[in-house]
């Protein structure tokens, strides 16, 4: 006996071990925002070598600016600047309401022409049954997004039927800790307007973070053993 009861402290003390290594790792990959990540690193033009690429011509298909065409970024290593609206607003309601009623009775029986009781001919024989079930539910969720500002991000690649891929980052050294601004996703040049700017809601399947590091924005977060306790992992 004494032996199970032991064993029964080392599994649940192996489980509160493996609970905490792994909401310690998710708050590790919480935290992995930095900067200079290479993920988020800028691309640059190619340079060329002018001599090799001159052909006896003062004109340069590469740095020709057309006097009746938009300067746009069209090449990998251009920059773009992408206009932030993001608005989104979401509202669910639901109301389920059962109720459910039942009876049965049956008459008391006959024997010979007369009812049968008991309990000296005070009770006969006869049964009624009712039963009723009742189930409301009601729920109602409510959820806005507002996100404005600018950014200038780098073309990444340029695709086959002209469409660029852009990514770029902004942090902001604030006066306790950093405030960053992350941008990917897949844009048309049609999309592109005269100064160069694109909006958000054009950028095909877009990544947008906004976020901070530091001791404000860990003042904010919730502890990592009340996250447990809140969440689905815990059973009451």
Request: some cysteine; proline content about 3%.
């Given at each position: 006996?004494?032996?199970?009861?032991?064993?029964?402290?080392?599994?649940?003390?192996?489980?509160?071990?493996?609970?905490?290594?792994?909401?310690?790792?998710?708050?590790?990959?919480?935290?992995s925002e930095k900067q200079d990540d290479p993920n988020w690193a800028p691309?640059?033009?190619?340079?060329?070598?002018?001599?090799?690429?001159?052909?006896?011509?003062?004109?340069?298909?590469?740095?020709?600016?057309?006097?009746?065409?938009?300067?746009?970024?069209?090449?990998?290593?251009?920059?773009?600047?992408?206009?932030?609206?993001?608005?989104?607003?979401?509202?669910?309601?639901?109301?389920?309401?059962?109720?459910?009623?039942?009876?049965?009775?049956?008459?008391?029986?006959?024997?010979?022409?007369?009812?049968?009781?008991?309990?000296?001919?005070?009770?006969?024989?006869?049964?009624?049954?009712?039963?009723?079930?009742?189930?409301?539910?009601?729920?109602?969720?409510?959820?806005?997004?507002?996100?404005?500002?600018?950014?200038?991000?780098?073309?990444?690649?340029?695709?086959?039927?002209?469409?660029?891929?852009?990514?770029?980052?902004?942090?902001?050294?604030?006066?306790?800790?950093?405030?960053?601004?992350?941008?990917?996703?897949?844009?048309?040049?049609?999309?592109?307007?005269?100064?160069?700017?694109?909006?958000?809601?054009?950028?095909?399947?877009?990544?947008?973070?906004?976020?901070?590091?530091?001791?404000?924005?860990e003042a904010n977060e919730e502890g990592w053993l009340s996250r447990f306790?809140?969440?689905?992992?815990?059973?009451?």
């Amino acid at each position: 006996m004494t032996v199970y009861r032991k064993w029964q402290r080392v599994t649940l003390l192996s489980a509160v071990g493996l609970s905490v290594i792994g909401l310690s790792g998710c708050t590790t990959i919480y935290h992995s925002e930095k900067q200079d990540d290479p993920n988020w690193a800028p691309s640059y033009a190619a340079e060329e070598d002018s001599e090799s690429q001159s052909s006896g011509s003062i004109y340069n298909v590469a740095t020709a600016k057309m006097l009746f065409q938009d300067k746009k970024a069209l090449r990998v290593g251009d920059i773009i600047t992408v206009t932030l609206a993001e608005n989104t607003s979401a509202t669910k309601n639901a109301d389920t309401e059962l109720s459910k009623d039942t009876g049965v009775s049956t008459t008391a029986p006959t024997l010979f022409g007369n009812i049968p009781s008991v309990g000296g001919g005070t009770t006969d024989l006869g049964v009624s049954i009712t039963s009723a079930n009742a189930f409301k539910a009601e729920t109602d969720s409510k959820q806005s997004n507002l996100l404005n500002g600018t950014i200038s991000v780098t073309v990444q690649k340029v695709f086959s039927n002209g469409n660029l891929l852009i990514r770029g980052e902004k942090w902001i050294s604030l006066n306790q800790g950093n405030e960053f601004i992350r941008v990917s996703g897949m844009i048309r040049p049609e999309d592109i307007d005269k100064d160069n700017q694109v909006t958000s809601t054009k950028v095909a399947n877009a990544r947008i973070y906004y976020g901070g590091t530091g001791p404000l924005a860990e003042a904010n977060e919730e502890g990592w053993l009340s996250r447990f306790f809140n969440s689905g992992w815990w059973p009451l």
